[in-house]
């Protein structure tokens, strides 16, 4: 059964840092885009950062300079570093994989991904 499974969130004040890393298994991703969403209460999910399987990544505006993606090839997981956490950042954080264009990172394209895990909360307080 293919699963994402989530870890690292947690609670920490404004100008901290957190790393989220994501494992997968049984998720095809040897030729797919790989990355973070995040959704903050009442509010719709939205991509964070996305890297292929090439190592290009993407950030959106409001994360470029703060965090960086990666994959850990000794580890096998996805992870991204949080710095200079703000109280804006908090919210459920979704590892996701979409394998349907192969390792094409499409704009937004996370937000309909094929596989997405159950999510880590991240809370920043002010």
């Known amino acids: 059964q293919a699963q994402l499974q989530e870890s690292g969130g947690g609670s920490v004040q404004a100008g901290g840092s957190l790393r989220l890393s994501c494992s997968a298994s049984?998720?095809?991703?040897?030729?797919?885009?790989m990355g973070w969403l995040r959704q903050a209460p009442g509010k719709e999910r939205e991509e964070v950062a996305t890297?292929?399987?090439?190592?290009?990544?993407s950030y959106a505006d409001f994360v470029k300079g703060r965090f960086t993606i990666s994959i850990d090839n000794v580890k096998n997981t996805l992870d991204l570093q949080m710095n200079s956490l703000e109280p804006e950042d908090t919210g459920m954080y979704y590892c996701?994989?979409?394998?349907?264009?192969?390792?094409?990172?499409?704009?937004?394209?996370?937000?309909?991904?094929?596989?997405r895990g159950q999510g880590t909360q991240v809370t920043v307080s002010s």
């Open positions: 996701a994989v979409n394998s349907r264009f192969g390792d094409v990172c499409l704009t937004n394209g996370l937000i309909e991904a094929n596989y």
């Open positions: 049984g998720v095809p991703y040897s030729r797919a885009c």
């Open positions: 890297i292929n399987t090439r190592d290009v990544t």
